[in-house]
C-alpha cells in the first residue's frame, strides 16, 4: 500500500510534537505554498509536480476509469490554483490537496449517475437492453468482481456521510493514517479526530443498516 | 457505545493496541451486546475499505501540466458578464453605501413634502398667505386664481 505516510515528509510532525501554523509556514513546503500564494508560476509547477502521481493514485482508486483520471486531475490542480490564496496552513498541504481530490472523485460520480439516468430515461425499455448486451464483460456484470461490488458499496456509503468525515475515513482507512498523523495533518486534537472517525462509523453502519443490506454479503 | 470503546476503537480497527489494552477492549466486548454489536457494524465496513486503493500506481501522462495550464486559462479568460462582475466584499459595500444614501434621499424628501399642503389651496387660503396690507397683489393674485 503507497501510503502517505512513506511517499511524503510529514510537515506537521516533528519529534512526536505537533508544530504550530507558523512553524509550517516556515518549512520548504510552506515557502513553496507562500512563493504559490504570491502567484509564483514555478512553484504552482512544483506542487503539481510533486503531488500529480499522489492524485492520480487517488482518484484512480475511486473511479477505477482510466480515461477519466486525467481530466478529474485536471480539474482538481486548476481548483488547487485558484484556491490555494485560501490555504491556511491548518492543515498541511496534501491533506487539503486530497480533500479537494476525493471530493472532485465523488461530484464526477455524481453527474456519471446523474447522466446515466438521464440518458437511460429517453431510451424504451427494449433499447436499454440492448445497450446492456453490447456494454463490455466487466460492466455487464458488475457483481462477478467482488472488489467492483465492494467499491460501489463503500462509496454508496461514504455519500451518506459529511466531506470532512469522507476525508478522515478515507485518509485513516485507505492511506493507513494513524490518529496521531491525521491529528498533525489537520490541526485538530486527538480527542477530536476519535470522535469524528467514531461518528463516522456509526453513519457507515447505519447507511449500511438503510439499505438493507450487511455489510458482510458483499465482503470479498 | 461506552468510552472505553471509543477511546481504543481506532486503534483495535488498525490493530495498534497494546496487548493489556486490547485484553480490556475485548473483555468490554464480552459483556456488553450493544459494544459488540456496533464495533462488528464498524469492523465489516471497515474491511470494504481496501477496495479504494487504487490497484497500480499511475503516473501523469506526458503534457499534463501544460493541460493544466490550459484549462486554468480558460478558467480565468474573461467572459462579457464578468466585466459588471465586482468582487463580492466591494460588492456588498457598494450596496450598503447605495441603501444609506437612498434612506438618507428619501427622509430628506420626506421632511420637505411636509412644507407644502396635501390638497389643493382654496381661494381663502391665497389671501391669508398675502400680506394684507398690499391690497393690489392680492388683487392681483385673486383675479388670476383658478378653482381646481
Same mark, same amino acid.
Given at each position: ?17 505537533? !508544530? ?11 515557502? *513553496? ?5 504570491? %502567484? ?20 484512480h ?54 447522466? !446515466? ?14 445497450v ?6 466487466? #460492466? ?5 468482481? +467482488?472488489? @467492483? ?25 485507505v492511506?493507513?493514517?494513524? &490518529?496521531?498523523?491525521? +491529528? ?6 486527538e480527542?477530536?479526530?476519535? &470522535? !469524528? ?10 447507511a ?5 443490506? =450487511? ?5 470479498g | 457505545?461506552?468510552? &472505553?470503546? &471509543?477511546?481504543?476503537?481506532e ?14 477492549? #475485548? ?10 454489536? #456496533? ?8 474491511? @470494504? ?25 480558460? %478558467? ?12 463580492? +466584499? ?10 444609506? $444614501?437612498?434612506?438618507? @434621499? %428619501?427622509?430628506f *424628501? ?5 412644507g407644502?399642503?396635501? %390638497?389643493?389651496?382654496?381661494?381663502? $387660503?391665497?389671501? =391669508? ?5 398690499n ?11 383658478y378653482?381646481?
Amino acid at each position: 500500500m503507497g501510503t502517505l505516510t512513506g511517499a511524503l515528509p510529514l510537515p506537521a510532525i516533528a519529534g512526536g510534537h505537533q !508544530k504550530s501554523r507558523v512553524d509550517y509556514q516556515n518549512t520548504q513546503e510552506g515557502i *513553496l505554498v507562500r512563493r504559490a500564494q504570491a %502567484g509564483d508560476e514555478a512553484a504552482f509547477r512544483d506542487i503539481v509536480e510533486r503531488y500529480q502521481s499522489k492524485v492520480f493514485s487517488i482518484i484512480h482508486g475511486i473511479v477505477r476509469q482510466r480515461n477519466d483520471v486525467e481530466d478529474i486531475a485536471q480539474q482538481v490542480f486548476a481548483k488547487v490554483y485558484f484556491s490555494i490564496k485560501n490555504f491556511d496552513f491548518r492543515s498541511s498541504l496534501i491533506t487539503w490537496i486530497y480533500k479537494i481530490t476525493v471530493n472532485e472523485c465523488f461530484d464526477y460520480l455524481r453527474k456519471k449517475k446523474v447522466r !446515466k439516468l438521464v440518458y437511460e430515461s429517453d431510451l424504451s425499455e427494449d433499447e436499454v437492453r440492448r445497450v446492456e448486451n453490447t456494454e463490455p464483460a466487466g #460492466e455487464r456484470q458488475p457483481l462477478a468482481d +467482488a472488489n @467492483l461490488a465492494r467499491r460501489d458499496y463503500v462509496l454508496k456509503l461514504l455519500t451518506r456521510v459529511s466531506e470532512e468525515e469522507r476525508m478522515l475515513l478515507m485518509l485513516k482507512e485507505v492511506e493507513g493514517y494513524s &490518529v496521531e498523523e491525521l +491529528a498533525a495533518r489537520t490541526g485538530m486534537n486527538e480527542n477530536t479526530i476519535k &470522535v !469524528k472517525l467514531f461518528r463516522a462509523r456509526q453513519k457507515l453502519v447505519k447507511a449500511a443498516q438503510r439499505l438493507d443490506r =450487511a455489510p458482510g454479503l458483499v465482503a470479498g | 457505545m461506552h468510552q &472505553v470503546i &471509543v477511546e481504543s476503537l481506532e486503534d483495535y480497527i488498525g490493530g495498534a493496541l497494546a496487548p493489556a489494552e486490547q485484553r480490556d477492549f #475485548e473483555a468490554h466486548l464480552e459483556i456488553c451486546a450493544e459494544c459488540r454489536r #456496533e464495533v462488528d457494524g464498524m469492523l465489516e465496513t471497515s474491511s @470494504l475499505f481496501d477496495s479504494l486503493r487504487a490497484p497500480e500506481e499511475l503516473s501523469a501522462p506526458p503534457g499534463f501540466y501544460a493541460r493544466i495550464v490550459a484549462e486554468v486559462s480558460k %478558467g480565468q479568460a474573461p467572459t462579457f458578464w464578468s466585466l459588471f462582475s465586482l468582487d463580492a +466584499a466591494f460588492g456588498r459595500r457598494v450596496v450598503f453605501a447605495s441603501l444609506l $444614501t437612498m434612506a438618507v @434621499l %428619501g427622509s430628506f *424628501l420626506i421632511s420637505r413634502e411636509t412644507g407644502y399642503s396635501a %390638497g389643493p389651496t382654496s381661494s381663502e $387660503t391665497v389671501m =391669508a398667505e398675502h400680506d394684507s396690507t398690499n391690497r393690489d397683489t392680492m388683487l392681483v393674485t385673486l383675479t388670476s386664481y383658478y378653482e381646481p
